[in-house]
């Protein structure tokens, strides 16, 4: 089974400069996180889809962060403009399904990397 | 309170010995726990669920303590592999949403 797909691995910008990741869930997962892990810390959620419908984006900072998973299937995340403490890693993950005891088995993808400087 | 605690640590233990993290939640209705590794600069991958009645994979036991609102993780014989970060992971809401502790590092050392 091919795992989570993410890239780029690693991204440097400036401040100010807008990017963007892109994430392929495994084959058949419905549901799809996007995750912000800064250095020391444990991931935090940014957005949730259930297919192509958002479950919970609380988290995520509207003003400058966007994501889109149009059909149902991959997932764009941006960051326009970025600022510099929007450095840390930005992990995709998937699960087949949300609800139920057993569909919070989340596989993650290798995760982009990103620096502001 | 935090809705899931972690002693971050450094666990600093040698091989061989038993180790034991605890992980504190706050909300009453959680309803599924998770235990996740993460290696230094890697994903986080499930390492164990954590059932009701306790569980046991090889040298790694979960408990989970209701009453207390606690899960606890064991690792028996640490092995130098053992060395990573220890994520717990809460659900509620219909299990879809998960709440991600800060993480416990543990370092074994020979």
């Known amino acids: 089974e091919a795992g989570v797909a993410q890239s780029p691995r690693y991204k440097i910008i400036e401040k100010r400069q807008s990017v963007a990741f892109w994430c392929n869930p495994i084959?058949?997962?419905?549901?799809l996180y996007w995750y912000q892990q800064i250095l020391g810390q444990g991931p935090k959620l940014l957005i949730q889809?259930?297919?192509?419908?958002?479950?919970?984006d609380s988290q995520l900072p509207k003003d400058r962060f966007s994501a889109e998973r149009l059909k149902g299937v991959d997932s764009t995340l941006k960051i326009q403009p970025a600022k510099l403490e929007d450095s840390a890693v930005y992990l995709c993950?998937?699960?087949?399904?949300?609800?139920?005891?057993?569909?919070?088995?989340?596989?993650f993808g290798a995760g982009s990397r990103l620096t502001v400087l | 309170r935090k809705e899931v605690e972690q002693d971050p640590g450094p666990f600093n233990v040698p091989e061989g010995a038993t180790v034991a993290f605890n992980c504190t939640y706050s909300?009453?209705?959680?309803?599924?726990f998770f235990w996740y590794r993460q290696d230094c600069r890697k994903e986080p991958k499930l390492l164990m669920s954590v059932y009701s009645s306790g569980n046991e994979d090889g040298r790694f036991t979960a408990q989970l303590n209701r009453a207390s609102q606690y899960i606890s993780l064991l690792i028996r014989d640490s092995k130098l592999s053992d060395s990573a970060t220890y994520l717990c992971v809460v659900a509620w809401g219909n299990n879809r949403k998960l709440i991600w502790g800060l993480g416990t590092s543990l370092a074994v050392n020979p």
């Open positions: 889809f259930q297919n192509n419908g958002v479950v919970d």
């Open positions: 084959s058949g997962h419905a549901t």
């Open positions: 993950a998937s699960s087949f399904l949300a609800g139920g005891s057993g569909a919070n088995v989340l596989t």
């Open positions: 909300n009453s209705a959680s309803q599924s």
